[in-house]
């Protein structure tokens, strides 16, 4: 099983400012494939980005991934109030099984 | 528009079977290209994939649950279906049912809202 972990756990950062999610990986990540969900409470996760750097259809070009291997990055470039949420990252490369990151939580400074 | 719908038991006494359904709208569950998953998760924890199966019938199943999870598809009622035998208060989480994306990878394009299932006595 591929074990991701992501960092930082918390992220506390003001509107505006640009937030740098990573998310690490037991074993390389066969075709890079991993994808980003944002969730928000009591909500469903959203599908932000799949294969590290392809945005879902919909997703504002602020949200970006990218990495390859064992390491790979979600970059928000500029924060709306709406983009404070937790982060979870993917893999689908090595499944089954399908595993997820633990999750960062992106809160206002 | 896809639209997917959780609905069962709320609450479940300890060794007995959670059996949950997932009402799919907007689109046939049956289409060829459509694969599906059900993930949970833990009160205030991360999400854990259960199990999926595929358009072909497959099914796949987290090693964690294997032993004690069924997921099937009634083409009839338009909906996905999960059963979780021998519950204990770890098994305690909000329930999600989720489609593969139709490219083939196992990713999540669209989920239902999840149903909170609690096990207690």
């Known amino acids: 099983e591929t074990v991701l972990t992501q960092s930082p756990v918390t992220l506390s950062l003001s509107p505006g400012e640009r937030a740098t999610l990573s998310c690490g990986a037991s074993?390389?990540?066969?075709?890079?494939?991993l994808a980003w969900y944002q969730q928000k409470p009591g909500l469903a996760p959203r599908l932000l980005i799949y294969?590290?750097?392809s945005r879902a259809t919909g997703i504002p070009d602020r949200f970006s991934g990218s990495g390859s291997g064992t390491d790979f990055t979600l970059t928000i470039s500029r924060l709306e109030p709406e983009d404070f949420a937790v982060y979870y990252c993917q893999q689908y490369g090595n499944s089954p099984p399908i595993t997820f990151g633990q999750g960062t939580r992106l809160e206002i400074k | 528009q896809l639209q997917l719908q959780e609905s069962g038991s709320g609450l479940v006494k300890p060794s007995q079977t959670l059996s949950l359904t997932c009402a799919v709208s907007?689109?046939?569950?049956?289409?060829?290209?459509?694969?599906w998953s059900w993930i949970r998760q833990p009160p205030g924890k991360g999400l854990e994939w259960i199990g999926y199966?595929?358009?072909?019938?497959?099914?796949y199943y987290n090693p964690s649950v294997k032993s004690r999870v069924t997921i099937s598809v009634d083409r009839a009622k338009n909906q996905l279906s999960l059963k979780l035998t021998s519950v204990t208060a770890a098994d305690t989480a909000v329930y999600f049912c989720?489609?593969?994306?139709?490219?083939?990878?196992?990713?999540?394009?669209?989920w239902g809202q999840g149903i909170l299932v609690t096990v207690s006595s």
């Open positions: 989720a489609k593969l994306a139709d490219s083939g990878y196992d990713f999540f394009d669209y």
């Open positions: 074993q390389s990540v066969n075709s890079n494939y």
């Open positions: 294969d590290a750097s």
């Open positions: 199966i595929y358009h072909t019938g497959s099914t």
């Open positions: 907007g689109g046939s569950i049956s289409s060829g290209v459509y694969s």
